[in-house]
């Protein structure tokens, strides 16, 4: 099994819908991120956690909110979607304080229309 | 704020052959540096991490470089196979009060012909 999932792996909506991308690892990790993918922009940090109570906004964190729900969740919404939330979301967690290496879910791609 | 640029874009070569794939960033107060692979329609898979102390690691055909003063990194790839063919990214991750960053390079596809 893998050891970190991502849940829809694809999902299409309408602008204004309220979606919730849904992130869970096995790996006993406490730190979880939320990134998005866009063409020609690469990978963006969108929200990070340390730790089920420390949750910090990435560098494009606006028209998302994130819960960590427990120390192996960490779910992304989008309140209320946009056609420029169109992208592929990763989720990722790292548990080593010295190295942070970071493992990536298989993704989870977006259309809203 | 990091900058990772990648160089080349794209890269196509036939199998066997060695090939370099380039990154630079722009601020060198970073804590490592990771080099991923990503398949179409998959997630990104760890290849290697450099810490900001080391100049360089290995794994299999793969190595990877470390000049944290001119702010560069390379992948080296040796005996390439048309298997390597992936999109590879480099990601450096902030030190200091940054701490926990990944900055993204756009990526280096790479295509290995039989």
């Known amino acids: 099994d893998a050891d970190v999932t991502q849940t829809p792996r694809n999902r299409i909506t309408k602008t204004g819908k309220r979606i919730m991308l849904e992130c869970s690892q096995t790996?006993?990790?406490?730190?979880m991120y939320w990134y998005r993918q866009d063409p020609g922009l690469g990978l963006r940090l969108i929200y990070y956690?340390?730790?089920?109570?420390?949750?910090n906004k990435g560098e494009i964190s606006d028209g998302y909110s994130v819960s960590r729900q427990a120390q192996a969740k960490f779910s992304l919404s989008l309140e209320s979607a946009i056609p420029n939330q169109t992208a592929l979301y990763f989720c990722a967690t790292s548990g080593s304080l010295v190295s942070n290496e970071q493992f990536f879910g298989p993704g989870t791609r977006l259309t809203v229309l | 704020k990091q900058e990772v640029t990648q160089i080349p874009a794209a890269l196509s070569v036939p199998e066997g052959e060695n090939l370099v794939l380039n990154c630079s960033f722009t601020d060198s107060a970073i804590y490592n540096l990771q080099w991923f692979r990503q398949d179409p329609g998959k997630g990104l898979t760890s290849l290697l991490l450099?810490?900001?102390?080391?100049r360089e690691q290995t794994s299999g055909r793969l190595n990877a470089s470390l000049d944290k003063s001119s702010g560069r990194s390379t992948l080296y790839i040796a005996a390439s196979q048309p298997g390597d063919s992936a999109t590879y990214l480099c990601?450096?991750?902030?030190?200091?009060?940054?701490?926990?960053?990944?900055?993204f390079g756009q990526g280096t596809i790479l295509t290995v012909h039989p």
């Open positions: 956690s340390f730790d089920v109570k420390d949750i």
């Open positions: 450099i810490q900001s102390s080391q």
């Open positions: 990601a450096v991750l902030a030190g200091g009060t940054s701490y926990g960053k990944l900055t």
């Open positions: 790996k006993g990790h406490d730190r």
